[in-house]
């Protein structure tokens, strides 16, 4: 199936809430998309619209040309895992939740399903309700995983993971991206530890997409100049500066912009660090309510 992704002045409302303001993108398909954005940002309304289960209010979204909503022979490609997933509520062990899971998709992979098992430690006879925060999560993980759907979504899945097993979660992934490409997107505000990971970024705030670019374009929009305060202002002075750190003496500055050569050999004499723009400084600053809605770049 093709897993391009189109939605077209996409809007959500909740009575009196506009979750999603006419958002209009793209995708390809066969990437990891990040959808980032602040809480209540609209992530996972739209990932609700992408996946149908929901309705748009307003505007279309499509996949492989198909609409989503009550189509079943596109939502059957589709996977969507939310949160801790919905263990909580099945009342059914971990395994008859996996035999569940197995029997909706055609393209669940049983032996890779076992594997990631292991790998997260879940026990199989347990009740899938009475496991933990953390377990229930990688409980939806590797339901997410073992689809094996064209399209599978990760609405802040790593939610109650402690870090060894969200370090586990980002390399299954992309293991599984690379051996079985797919389109996977993935919401979150974790943005430093899992930035490395996409290959296109969707940035949401307040129901609007304020930017979604390619992920390496975006770090190369700009660039961290670290080193002495003094001479680091010195150097940005005039730039346009998105975010700064101080560490005692020691100062970091996000600036957009390319930097041609007479600036990178000033940055050498005066002993600064040059390094790529950290997804984390561009999100920040596109979405602190001062620099809101102001479009496609920063
Ligand atoms: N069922 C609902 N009824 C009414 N309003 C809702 C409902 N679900 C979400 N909203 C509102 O819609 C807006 C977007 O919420 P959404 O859950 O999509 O954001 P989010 O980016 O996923 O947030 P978070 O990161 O906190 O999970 C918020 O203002 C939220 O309060």
């Known amino acids: 199936m093709s897993t ?10 909740y009575d009196d809430v506009t979750a999603l303001d006419e958002v209009s993108f793209t995708l390809t398909g066969g990437k990891i ?62 395994k008859e ?7 909706l998709r055609p393209s669940w992979d ?10 997260f430690e879940l026990p199989v006879d347990k009740n899938a309700g009475t496991l933990s925060h953390g377990k229930q999560s990688a409980l939806g993980i590797v339901v997410g995983l073992a689809s094996r759907t064209p399209v599978t979504m990760f609405d802040e899945s790593y939610l109650g993971l402690d870090a060894p097993s969200r370090y586990k979660f980002y390399d299954a992934l992309l293991a599984e991206a690379m051996a079985h490409p797919r389109t996977m997107i993935l919401s979150t505000h974790l943005i430093e530890e899992v ?21 390496e374009a975006l770090r190369a929009s700009g660039s961290a100049v670290t080193g002495d305060a003094e001479q680091v202002d010195r150097f940005v ?5 998105l975010g700064e750190k101080r560490l005692g003496r ?10 041609d050569a007479d600036r990178r050999a000033r940055a050498q004499a005066a002993g600064l660090d040059l390094g790529p723009l950290a997804l984390q400084d561009l999100f920040i600053h596109l979405t602190e309510p001062a620099n809101a809605h102001q479009g496609e770049t920063p």
């Open 4 to 13: 391009f992704i189109e939605a077209e002045r996409l809007s959500l409302r």
């Open 97 to 103: 939740l996996l035999e569940f899971a197995e029997h």
């Open 250 to 259: 020691t100062k970091s500055a996000m600036v957009y912009g390319e930097l």
């Open 33 to 94: 998309y990040g959808l980032l954005g602040r809480n209540g940002s609209g992530k996972t309304s739209l990932l609700s619209l992408l996946a149908g289960y929901r309705k748009p209010s307003g505007g279309t979204v499509t996949v492989g040309g198909r609409p989503v909503f009550e189509n079943a022979e596109v939502t059957g490609q589709l996977c969507l895992v939310r949160g801790t997933g919905d263990a909580a509520v099945s009342g059914l062990k971990v």
């Open 237 to 241: 002075d005039g730039m346009r500066v």
């Open 110 to 119: 049983a032996g890779y399903a076992r594997e990631l098992v292991d790998l």
């Open 195 to 215: 930035s490395a990971l996409f290959e296109e970024v969707l940035i949401l705030d307040d129901g609007r997409l304020v930017l979604h670019d390619d992920a």
